[in-house]
């Protein structure tokens, strides 16, 4: 059988990247503008699936635990839920394409509360490609992972707020997670 391969595009949203982003990760996070808009259409022309999975948050909602540890962000009917930069285009682009899928999350990680491991299981995706910003990167890798996927991170298409946390992350999806970190070509990095 033939495996196929998935881009998951975590979080890259005008809140968690643009300087007025109510959680933003800035600079760093804006520094992987390029490089994450064109990976994802790498990924997409070779014939990958892509799917964005996107915070969705409620306003005052207060039985979710990230309201006692974070500011509101990512309210569902806000901008701040827009992709930022160019990514915003390509999903413009294909968002009626059938390999392109746009999939609301309430937690971290892109599996917690969706049918994201369902669709890709359908298509019999065993690979799947991280893209995005900080702790729901870090999430969805680990839920993958005891999901049984192998793993891919593009290194050049990943950013944290802190360059410790980023190191560490970078550290754990190779060492803890066996994952492949991969450039901007998908390539592994070989270091
Ligand atoms: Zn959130």
Redesign the pocket.
């Known amino acids: 059988l033939l495996m196929a391969k998935a881009l998951i595009s975590i ?1 890259y949203t005008e809140d968690f990247v643009a300087d007025h982003g109510k ?1 933003t990760a800035g600079a760093p996070a804006q520094a992987i503008s390029e490089t994450i808009n064109q990976v994802t259409r790498l990924a997409f022309e070779r014939g990958d699936y892509i799917f964005f999975t996107i ?1 969705a ?1 409620e306003e005052n909602d207060v039985f ?1 635990p ?1 309201s006692k540890l ?1 500011p509101p ?2 309210i569902i009917g806000t901008s701040g839920r827009n992709l930022f930069g160019k990514l915003a285009e390509f999903y413009q682009e294909h968002a009626d394409d059938s390999r392109v899928f746009w999939m609301d999350k ?3 990680s892109a599996f917690s509360g969706t049918d994201l491991d369902i669709r890709l299981r359908e298509r019999r995706v065993d690979t799947v490609i991280l893209t995005g910003t900080d702790i ?1 990167v870090l999430h969805t890798a680990i839920d993958a992972y005891n999901l049984g996927y192998q793993i891919e991170v593009v290194k050049p298409a990943v950013a944290s707020i802190w360059p410790e946390n980023h190191a560490f992350a970078l550290g754990h999806f190779k060492n803890t997670l066996g994952a492949k970190l991969v450039d901007e070509n998908l390539l592994e990095i070989t270091e």
């Open positions: 979080d959680l915070d948050h979710h990230e974070f962000h990512n309430r937690h971290y729901c």
